[in-house]
């Protein structure tokens, strides 16, 4: 269709034809999603015919899953905010950068194995 022929229709005639369009991309994006659910579907089903060449391999799906870690406890502690904790792992928080920084030590923040800092910060959250 022209858009001449759009501009010469009245506005009744462009709104039916306006109905009429949303119902049709309605249906049509229903049939869409419908089929991609399948395809979906098919991907996460475990027992695939196929073997390894078929299309889950490909995409990584066919992979062991991971070890479980155990889980790392914190081993140094902010004092002016106890909850913050750091296992000695990965990079270092911001407020451990910051006190290095200012002269203190790594050792001043470690959490003893014994006494009140290793109770009081067993629940603390990593950085």
Do not use: C
């Not at 049939?31 to 395809?39: D, F, G, S, T, V």
């Not at 062991?64 to 140094?76: E, H, N």
């Not at 194995?113 to 950085?127: C, F, K, L, P």
């Amino acid at each position: 269709m022209h858009r001449q022929d759009l501009e010469a229709m009245d506005f009744e005639e462009l709104w039916l034809l306006h109905e009429e369009l949303t119902k049709i991309l309605a249906e049509k994006i229903t049939a869409e999603k419908r089929e991609l659910e399948k395809r979906l579907a098919q991907l996460n089903q475990p027992d695939q015919v196929g073997g390894p060449e078929s299309g889950a391999a490909e995409m990584g799906l066919g992979q062991p899953p991971r070890r479980k870690y155990p889980k790392v406890v914190p081993k140094y502690f902010n004092p002016l905010k106890p909850t913050e904790t750091w296992s000695g792992r990965g990079k270092q928080p911001r407020w451990l950068v910051a006190a290095l920084q200012s002269g203190h030590t790594l050792e001043e923040f470690r959490i003893h194995e014994t006494g009140e800092a290793s109770n009081r910060n067993t629940g603390g959250q990593e950085h």
